[in-house]
């Protein structure tokens, strides 16, 4: 399989061309800074929390086609739920791109997102693609410093 078709479906491209909740927030209660050096993958993420619950969050950066649907396709999925599903979710996604799921077991737990299972065979892209996973917990955990895919 070519890197092309394995990695760069449809889903990715179009959320590459068209970010969904790309932007800055006026009021969130909590925002972090991600950087992936490897690449040059830059990302702020941007929350509103309320009781426990993300009500709103954009994102906004430069990065790669991955780091940026992956962005994009994240801020769709953890809208709405709690702090708790979203790390837990981060948890699930983290597992999949590192390969230590099965691919029906990420279908089932992941959906839509299961679309960057195959960064699992790109090592240099896994980063890309957990850049804003990882931006996410630090808003969520409230750190100031800002992250990089390097500090593992
Ligand atoms: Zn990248």
């Known amino acids: 399989m070519t890197e092309q078709r ?4 449809e889903i990715i491209l179009d959320h590459n061309r068209n970010p969904k909740n790309c932007g800055a927030l006026d009021h969130c209660t909590h925002s972090a800074n991600g950087y992936n050096p490897l690449c040059g993958d830059k990302l702020q993420v941007q929350l509103v929390i309320k009781d426990n619950v993300i009500e709103d969050i954009k994102f906004h950066g430069n990065g790669c086609a991955i780091s940026v ?6 801020t769709q999925v953890v809208k709405g739920k ?15 791109v590192t390969g230590n799921v099965c691919p ?15 960064v699992k065979d790109y090592p240099t892209r896994i980063k890309c693609a957990i850049l804003c996973w990882h931006t996410l917990k630090a808003a969520l955990h409230g750190e100031e410093d800002d992250i990089t895919t390097e500090d593992e």
């Not at 394995?6 to 479906?9: E, G, S």
């Not at 709690?82 to 999949?96: A, H, P, Q, Y």
């Open 82 to 96: 709690t702090v708790e599903e979203c790390l837990s979710l981060f948890g699930d996604f983290r597992e999949m």
């Open 69 to 74: 649907a992956s962005a994009s396709m994240m």
């Open 6 to 9: 394995d990695l760069y479906q």
């Open 104 to 118: 029906m077991e990420t279908a089932k737990k992941l959906g839509k997102l299961s679309v960057f299972s195959g």
